[in-house]
């Protein structure tokens, strides 16, 4: 089955830094890969998305790269602010028997702080 | 209109109770699927609902668990005979039938088991 690994387990940065998240997956299949945010004690929330048929997509100050051939797929936040400190978690979904559903293989996720 | 809802928040077990923890799905959601997230950890998957059909249950961890969905909406979650081990928060996501469609997740039932 699929293997996602996600690094750093923590960051930390100053207000105004960038700060990036990556995740590497085994399943070649895998075409799909969101990002979801959870806060400290809440749901969590996706905040952006990725089909394997492009390779960055961006949403204000966050974008995602992926890298087919290396089986990687990164999450680059800009400007970062203090309400982006939560837990980020990658996800990759593989469909090779286009099932009519989304299995989602998670990360073990990044606790990101940003110091004002 | 209302998110994915959970109930209950939090829940104490002696080691050997059963236990039920129910999902709300969003209305419409055909698909509902139920994670187990351990402390520190990224959610993982436990088993699928496409309306009332359990199509998939790979991730259930033991038969000690078991989920059903009998009028394809609410779906309930049930842990018998407790252990430590079970101790996680328990997150329930609907979505639109497909599988590249957002999973709305619901806010979780704490499992504590004593």
């Known amino acids: 089955g699929e293997n996602v690994e996600q690094h750093p387990s923590t960051l930390s940065v100053q207000e105004g830094d960038s700060a990036v998240i990556k995740c590497t997956y085994s399943d070649s299949a895998s075409n799909y890969f969101p990002w979801y945010k959870q806060e400290l004690g809440k749901r969590p929330q996706l905040i952006i998305d990725i089909r394997s048929n492009v390779g960055e997509k961006k949403d204000q100050r966050i974008a995602v790269t992926l890298n087919k051939t290396a089986k990687h797929f990164s999450l680059h936040i800009t400007e970062t602010q203090p309400e982006d400190s939560a837990v980020y978690f990658c996800a990759a979904l593989a469909n090779a028997g286009g099932t009519s559903y989304g299995k989602l293989t998670f990360g073990q996720g990044t606790i990101l702080t940003v110091h004002p | 209109g209302a998110g994915v809802s959970q109930s209950p928040r939090y829940k104490v077990a002696k080691r050997g109770q059963d236990v039920a923890l129910r999902c709300d799905p969003i209305?419409?959601?055909?698909?509902l699927f139920w994670y187990q997230q351990a402390l520190g950890q990224g959610p993982e998957f436990l088993t699928y609902?496409?309306?009332?059909?359990?199509?998939?249950k790979s991730g259930l961890p033991s038969d000690r668990f078991f989920a059903e969905r009998p009028e394809g909406s609410v779906s309930t979650l049930k842990i018998q005979r407790t252990q430590q081990e079970d101790s996680a928060v328990y997150l329930c996501?609907?979505?639109?039938?497909?599988?590249?469609?957002?999973?709305?997740f619901g806010p979780g039932t704490r499992l504590t088991v004593l």
């Open positions: 209305s419409g959601h055909v698909s």
């Open positions: 996501a609907s979505s639109f039938l497909g599988p590249y469609n957002e999973q709305f």
């Open positions: 609902f496409q309306n009332e059909a359990q199509l998939d």
